[in-house]
């Protein structure tokens, strides 16, 4: 599990704080470039070797079974890598897929997969709503769209909500509308529908003034809690302190340090011990399509599929009684007694999509209108996925040789999320392409961030998207 990071991290307020937090940010930007230039040489060469097999091994390669009518795809989020599979399954079919992300990603490495076909940039929709929805319209137009699936980031998917009536009129928005997507992103509505219709969530309270938990009476409590942000935040969503501190005093001042407002309301849910899991979940009038659940952490980068059927059953219930249409993640907890407690739900594609990368009817499985015997699960056969550049960096953190011993064998028997033999280009652009640029702004600018994460391709930076 990740390290959580501290809710508070410290700002510069002087200019003495400002000067250190800058050439912090330097040699930590040339630092990690140079260690991108040294890993280049044989990242180009796998590459080389890859196009040069496949080449080789074209006319003999089998036949994929297609889709019987071709479809244009529109598939956003073009830096992560949750697109970059559903562009490549979608392809697979012998669908032709148009991929698109903000101008703030021009640089997305994806974009070179041979599964797309086009690229474009649309304006940031949080900065210009209108000027995304007018976009998008623009460019289902232009390239005849038949289904747009959106693989959002936590701002945009109540945006890709507000812009579905427009866009339904040219072709299927495959997400929800807007009152859905609101009610299922905001932390606290969720836990009050999931527990009107009987499912099992933790108890939750919604937070609009610190003094809120200063006053709680946590004596009658029998478990900890723990205090979220109800609007996403990148750095903050990893912090796991428990409420109450060990005196009042600490715990008034944790609390009195975030940002909590009626403006930004935060939840304070029961924390429940148990072992943390997440799914993803590709539903189309309330039907359970695609299904996949993985064991999870704080900051997760390794998927391996786990067959729970508690929490299928609890997702199953949950779309259907709700008739949803569009792709939806949760995470769980399961208690030592067995439960299984949704703690949090997103509207929006989860990484966890990766573990279908050798899945043939994942494209049926979002398009088709036909249902299913049974939900699509990851093949038996499918190996986990991790990001090589992660795994890398975790070898800073072994101590051990059993720990060694622990990662190699983790390697072996997993995949690479972003490589493919047969299409090799984005393991590629996306390391000393994408990254590398974004450090380089951010070097230009002697701008901080906490880390990179090669999955959803950015920096993470406070107060950053």
């Known amino acids: 599990m990740a390290q959580s990071i501290p809710l508070s991290l410290p700002q510069p307020t002087t200019p003495s704080m400002i000067v250190k937090a800058k050439i912090v940010a330097l040699f930590k930007t040339l630092g990690t470039l140079a260690l991108l230039l040294l890993a280049l040489p044989l990242n180009a060469f796998v590459v080389l070797v890859s196009l040069l097999w496949g080449i080789?091994?074209?006319?003999?390669?089998?036949?994929?079974?297609?889709?019987?009518?071709?479809?244009?795809?529109?598939?956003?989020?073009?830096?992560?890598?949750?697109?970059?599979?559903?562009?490549?399954?979608?392809?697979?079919?012998?669908?032709?897929?148009?991929?698109?992300?903000?101008?703030?990603?021009?640089?997305?490495?994806?974009?070179?997969?041979?599964?797309?076909?086009?690229?474009?940039?649309?304006?940031?929709?949080?900065?210009?709503?209108?000027?995304?929805?007018?976009?998008?319209l623009e460019i289902v137009k232009k390239e005849k769209i038949d289904v747009y699936v959106p693989v959002c980031s936590p701002v945009a998917s109540y945006y890709d909500s507000l812009a579905k009536p427009v866009l339904s009129e040219y072709c299927e928005v495959f997400h929800f509308d807007a009152d859905i997507t609101a009610m299922l992103d905001d932390k606290f509505a969720f836990t009050d529908q999931a527990r009107s219709l009987g499912l099992s969530v933790p108890k939750s309270f919604?937070?609009?003034?610190?003094?809120?938990?200063?006053?709680?009476?946590?004596?009658?409590?029998?478990?900890?809690?723990?205090?979220?942000?109800?609007?996403?935040?990148?750095?903050?969503?990893?912090?796991?302190?428990?409420?109450?501190?060990?005196?009042?005093?600490?715990t008034a001042a944790f609390v009195r340090s975030l940002p909590i407002s009626p403006e930004k309301p935060w939840i304070m849910q029961e924390f429940i011990p148990g072992k943390e899991l997440c799914t993803h979940s590709t539903v189309r009038d309330g039907e359970l399509r695609l299904h996949c659940c993985s064991n999870s952490s704080a900051f997760q980068i390794n998927y391996e599929n786990v067959e729970n059927p508690q929490i299928r059953q609890w997702v199953q219930h949950f779309v259907k009684s709700l008739r949803l249409t569009g792709q939806v993640s949760f995470d769980f907890i399961q208690a030592e007694d067995g439960t299984v407690y949704a703690i949090e739900c997103n509207p929006r594609t989860h990484s966890a999509i990766t573990m279908f990368y050798n899945h043939p009817g994942?494209?049926?499985?979002?398009?088709?209108?036909?249902?299913?015997?049974?939900?699509?699960?990851?093949?038996?056969?499918?190996?986990?996925?991790?990001?090589?550049?992660?795994?890398?960096?975790?070898?800073?953190?072994?101590?051990s040789w059993k720990q060694l011993q622990t990662w190699f064998k983790n390697l072996v028997r997993g995949t690479d999320a972003i490589y493919r033999m047969d299409d090799p280009i984005p393991f590629l652009t996306l390391h000393h392409w994408q990254i590398t640029l974004l450090l380089l702004q951010n070097l230009q600018k002697l701008k901080g961030w906490v880390k990179i994460d090669f999955n959803i391709g950015k920096l993470v930076e406070l107060g950053g998207d």
């Not at 049926?364 to 991790?386: M, V």
Request: aromatic share 10%.
């Open 56 to 136: 080789v091994r074209k006319p003999f390669a089998k036949k994929i079974t297609v889709a019987a009518h071709s479809q244009n795809i529109l598939v956003s989020g073009a830096k992560m890598t949750k697109a970059l599979q559903l562009a490549r399954s979608f392809h697979a079919a012998a669908h032709r897929v148009i991929l698109i992300e903000g101008h703030k990603y021009w640089l997305s490495g994806h974009r070179f997969s041979n599964a797309v076909s086009r690229f474009y940039t649309v304006p940031a929709p949080q900065d210009d709503p209108e000027g995304y929805t007018k976009a998008l």
């Open 206 to 250: 919604k937070i609009t003034d610190p003094e809120q938990i200063i006053n709680f009476d946590f004596s009658q409590e029998t478990r900890k809690y723990i205090v979220k942000s109800i609007s996403y935040d990148s750095v903050r969503r990893l912090n796991l302190t428990k409420l109450p501190c060990d005196t009042p005093e600490e």
């Open 362 to 399: 994942v494209a049926e499985a979002y398009l088709g209108k036909t249902p299913l015997a049974a939900p699509l699960e990851p093949l038996a056969d499918s190996k986990p996925t991790y990001w090589l550049y992660h795994e890398i960096w975790r070898l800073t953190g072994i101590r």
